[in-house]
């Protein structure tokens, strides 16, 4: 009786683990978009953000940061997305992308001065 019980418990054990392994889910393919910000001479732009935007529902924006390179990278799921990025004394920029499991997107954005924020005193 006990060599029975002994050999149903196994059983079941391994059942319970091949059945939640047959439950995880696969991991959801992602994108990539990447970019780099400069002026309108090529100068990099290190201080400014990015905020991208998806057209899902429940899913919330996600906030950016430029690097020391004017640089931005993100792991996005696939879907279609708005882009904005700025930077004090530059004209926003606005972008549509689509993001694709096999295809990175690549942005060199390039931000004009806003004339209309400098004043002279």
């Given amino acids: 009786m006990r060599r029975w019980l002994t050999t149903f418990l196994l059983m079941a054990v391994f059942s319970l683990g091949a059945s939640a392994k047959a439950q995880t889910p696969s991991p959801v393919a992602t994108g990539t978009l990447q970019g780099r910000v400069s002026d309108s001479l090529g100068a990099v732009i290190r201080r400014g953000y990015v905020l991208v935007h998806c057209f899902q529902p429940g899913k919330p924006d996600q906030q950016l940061t430029l690097n020391e390179n004017g640089e931005f ?49």
């Fill in 73 to 121: 990278h993100i792991q996005l799921a696939p879907g279609l997305y708005d882009l904005f990025v700025g930077s004090v004394g530059f004209v926003p920029y606005a972008k549509e992308f689509r993001i694709q499991a096999d295809k990175p997107v690549v942005l060199k954005i390039k931000l004009k001065v806003d004339m209309e924020s400098i004043t002279e005193d």
